[in-house]
T-cell receptor
Framework: EAQVTQNPRYLITVTGKKLTVTCSQNMNHEYMSWYRQDPGLGLRQIYYSMNVEVTDKGDVPEGYKVSRKEKRNFPLILESPSPNQTSLYFC??????????????FGPGTRLTVL | TQLLEQSPQFLSIQEGENLTVYCNSSSVFSSLQWYRQEPGEGPVLLVTVVTGGEVKKLKRLTFQFGDARKDSSLHITAAQPGDTGLYLCAGALSPSGGYNKLIFGAGTRLAVHP
């Protein structure tokens, strides 16, 4: 089944404790992206990757890191989480960075709480 | 600043009613997508509209892209409880180099009561 998987689905942590949220897709998509979803603000892009070893900042990249060592995986790293990073996070992928009609597939989300 | 304004934010209606959700911007989009998101899941694509003035129908859902490609609407006829969810519009912008960036609206939360 074609899908985007994220782990963990739920995470409660404390300020300053490094964490990684994994993301994997099995559709051989070139483009992957991370979003955070907050009430009233919609989905805001954190980072994106057009291909292996090619990553770039989205609209809200502060406090986050990513890497794209393999095509299928795109982990999101919070080196020193803070309470304002409490949010619902989604990983997404699509065939390519161009093509305005490309369907974007989303993972099931990771709900992160930073105390 | 929200590039894509969705209205209304919340909608609570009875089964069988009709409704329209709006998505507006001052930006011109190369395409516009509508997604539906259910609790505990990621958004799922419903439709993509590409041409100004385009109308697409998906059973009881009708999607329209504005002539100037700055706005869109989603109309649901005879809403069912199964239509309950968060509806998101997303416009594709082309900042540079062939990259299409999706800008999401804040969403319309629809509740359809039996």
């Amino acid at each position: 089944e074609a899908q985007v998987t994220q782990n963990p689905r739920y995470l409660i942590t404390v300020t300053g404790k490094k964490l990684t949220v994994t993301c994997s897709q099995n559709m051989n998509h070139e483009y992957m992206s991370w979003y955070r979803q907050d009430p009233g603000l919609g989905l805001r892009q954190i980072y994106y990757s057009m291909n292996v070893e090619v990553t770039d900042k989205g609209d809200v990249p502060e406090g986050y890191k990513v890497s794209r060592k393999e095509k299928r995986n795109f982990p999101l790293i919070l080196e020193s989480p803070s309470p304002n990073q409490t949010s619902l996070y989604f990983c997404a992928s699509r065939l390519g960075a161009g093509g305005s009609y490309n369907e974007q597939f989303f993972g099931p989300g990771t709900r992160l709480t930073v105390l | 600043t929200q590039l894509l304004e969705q209205s209304p934010q919340f909608l609570s209606i009875q089964e069988g009613e009709n409704l329209t959700v709006y998505c507006n911007s001052s930006s011109v989009f190369s395409s516009l997508q509508w997604y539906r998101q259910e609790p505990g899941e990621g958004p799922v694509l419903l439709v993509t509209v590409v041409t100004g003035g385009e109308v697409k129908k998906l059973k009881r859902l009708t999607f329209q892209f504005g002539d100037a490609r700055k706005d869109s609407s989603l109309h649901i006829t005879a809403a069912q409880p199964g239509d309950t969810g968060l509806y998101l519009c997303a416009g594709a912008l082309s900042p540079s180099g062939g990259y299409n960036k999706l800008i999401f609206g804040a969403g319309t939360r629809l509740a359809v009561h039996p």
